[in-house]
């Protein structure tokens, strides 16, 4: 059974830097795709960041380049996200989620998202 | 960057309804197209891939259609767990964009 476990989370001032784990497990980790989303407080799903499983290919979206990174470590089965000049819009439920991608005889899939964590709350105040 | 656009934002329907949300985007995604279910607390469920490939174990009530620009998602005859809020997200290059969200509510 696929199990994603973000930790890291927590009350951060303006300026501040956290880092962010997810723990996976019931997969071969280094295989995967794997996807960091955020929800801010009332807010909807933002796509945050994605690193492919073998080449660690790494994408932001723009309101976190420069800021965000996202990694990870295939032999420790984790995948980060290090948050630095953190900004009181960055305030979010962080949900770490698996890629993945199988074909059949129907052709190619990639399925974006298809696990998720339960995700940990960053709240950046002063 | 693709813009999804996603339409209501929010409709109230009964339970045996059916009911059509729509993500429109802004240029052709051909078919990298996903459907998500999300709940207050709860953690989002992928519903839908590929446009309109099921994800094992979301009931077959659940259906998807469309490629390149236009997309629905469709819930025959709703059901009480059904209400909730639903995005769409493209995946047909980075940045990868949601929709901003139907939320469907009991009438």
């Known amino acids: 059974e696929v199990q994603l476990v973000e930790s890291g989370g927590g009350l951060v001032q303006p300026g501040g830097s956290l880092r962010l784990s997810c723990a996976a497990s019931g997969f071969i980790f280094s295989n995967y795709d794997m996807t960091w989303v955020r929800q801010a407080p009332g807010k909807g799903l933002e796509w945050v960041s994605t690193?492919?499983?073998?080449?660690?290919?790494?994408f932001y979206v723009d309101s976190v380049k420069g800021r965000f990174t996202i990694s990870r470590d295939n032999s420790k089965n984790t995948l980060y996200l290090q948050m630095n000049s953190l900004r009181a819009e960055d305030t979010a439920v962080y949900y770490c989620s698996k890629d993945t991608s199988y074909s059949d005889t129907s052709g190619y899939y990639y399925v974006p998202s298809d696990h998720w964590g339960l995700g940990t709350l960053v709240t950046v105040s002063s | 960057d693709i813009q999804m656009t996603q339409s209501p934002s929010a409709m109230s329907a009964s339970i045996g309804d059916r009911v059509t949300i729509t993500c429109r985007a802004s240029q052709g995604i051909s078919n990298y197209l996903a459907w998500f279910q999300h709940k207050p607390g709860k953690v989002p469920k992928s519903l839908i891939f590929?446009?309109?490939s099921l994800q094992s174990g979301v009931p077959s009530r659940f259906s998807g259609s469309g490629s390149g620009t236009e997309f629905t998602l469709t819930i025959n005859s709703l059901q009480a767990e059904d209400f909730a809020t639903y995005y769409c997200?493209?995946?047909?290059?980075?940045?990868?964009?949601f929709g901003q969200g139907t939320k469907l509510e009991i009438k």
């Open positions: 690193i492919s499983g073998s080449d660690t290919r790494t």
């Open positions: 997200l493209q995946h047909k290059s980075f940045p990868r964009t």
């Open positions: 590929a446009s309109s």
